[in-house]
């Protein structure tokens, strides 16, 4: 029934989208002629860009789970990071969870603590992409304006944001010090939520030892440097001389577009870009059709940033032996180890 509900959403709100997109675009055509006259050169390098975010994020895995055991085999990080992404385009996304749970099996080692450590892995994302954001709106912002008065209000919109969510990051960064300086308050919690908590817990603990806490902030911004690299190669295939700094822009909206719980971020991603090029940067763009231009840019960007991603991810699916059911299977046991106080800490 909760997965029901969950695909129910999730195709909903892609419908919703794919109808304002559709109704957004005046001339589906010249869409269709701009995704497919890209500079092969720059979808190559993008490419490139795509698959070396992968080994960046196969290698921070591995040391978030450095606590738990060293030295895990770099092919199982690799192959189960694609594994994540090609799981995450079905509804409800459980990529994470299924992932973690064969690689514990693969490695001996708790699988609360591989879940944990990839439910931390989103946490760090959020966190890096905040950093990197609010230093563009702090510093290179006034390069780009916006070109329209839906652009003001959608920049005036994340400023707003913006500050609040550094607020938040905040607080929540003096809350885990309090945490991790005395937990002893976590006694008083129920036992269900306390063997949630602290696997995340331990997990901030172990960035503190050795040099964990400096490998996990190079990886992830090095994460993020090689998937801005990858948008910016996606504009420069379509767009002669888009600068690099848009790129960060780009890389900032559009992770809002793939948050949105589509199948494999579709739709959103697109209409954020759109978004984006029509109301900051059309400049770039063709002054009779930037809409019809727009969507030809995101969908041909999409197709090369997911497609080889889930078909690579398809090929270690099916070595892996992993069906749609045994997903499923390993989603339901990933519920029990994860309520487990004694295998909940790190080891």
């Not at 794919?18 to 269709?32: K, S």
């Not at 770099?74 to 992404?85: C, D, G, Q």
């Not at 759109?274 to 041909?300: C, M, R, Y």
Request: include cysteine.
């Amino acid at each position: 029934m909760r997965k029901g509900i969950q695909l129910s959403i999730s195709l909903g709100l892609t419908v919703l989208i794919g109808y304002l997109i559709y109704r957004g675009v005046p001339d589906w055509g010249q869409a269709w002629d701009v995704m497919l006259n890209a500079r092969a050169r720059y979808l190559i390098l993008a490419f490139a860009f795509v698959m070396l975010h992968m080994v960046f994020r196969s290698l921070r895995w591995g040391v978030l789970l450095s606590p738990v055991k060293r030295k895990i085999s770099l092919r199982n990080l690799f192959s189960l990071t694609l594994v994540k992404y090609t799981i995450n385009v079905i509804p409800p996304r459980a990529g994470e969870v299924v992932a973690s749970v064969v690689l514990a099996k693969k490695e001996k080692i708790s699988s609360a603590s591989v879940i944990a450590a990839s439910l931390l892995e989103r946490i760090l994302d959020i966190m890096t992409v905040m950093v990197i954001f609010g230093f563009y709106i702090s510093f290179l912002a006034h390069r780009y304006p916006p070109d329209s008065e839906r652009g003001k209000d959608i920049l005036l919109a994340i400023q707003a944001y913006s500050t609040k969510g550094f607020v938040v990051l905040c607080l929540g960064f003096l809350f885990l010090g309090l945490v991790l300086k005395n937990s002893h308050w976590l006694e008083i919690l129920p036992a269900k939520l306390r063997s949630i908590l602290l696997p995340f817990l331990e997990g901030f603990r172990a960035l503190q030892q050795g040099g964990a806490l400096l490998w996990t902030v190079a990886f992830s911004l090095a994460i993020w440097t090689a998937i801005t690299l990858q948008l910016w190669c996606l504009m420069n295939a379509y767009l002669q001389g888009f600068p690099f700094v848009g790129a960060v822009f780009l890389m900032a909206v559009t992770v809002v577009g793939v948050a949105i719980p589509t199948p494999g971020g579709v739709g959103g991603f697109q209409f954020f870009m759109d978004l984006t090029l029509v109301n900051f940067f059309s400049a770039f763009l063709s002054s009779q059709d930037p809409h019809s231009q727009a969507a030809g840019i995101s969908n041909g960007s999409y197709l090369v940033s997911m497609v080889p991603v889930i078909l690579i991810g398809l090929y270690f699916l099916n070595r892996e032996g992993l069906s749609l059911s045994r997903i499923s299977e390993f989603a339901h046991q990933a519920e029990m180890p994860v309520r487990k106080p004694e295998e909940s800490a790190v080891r």
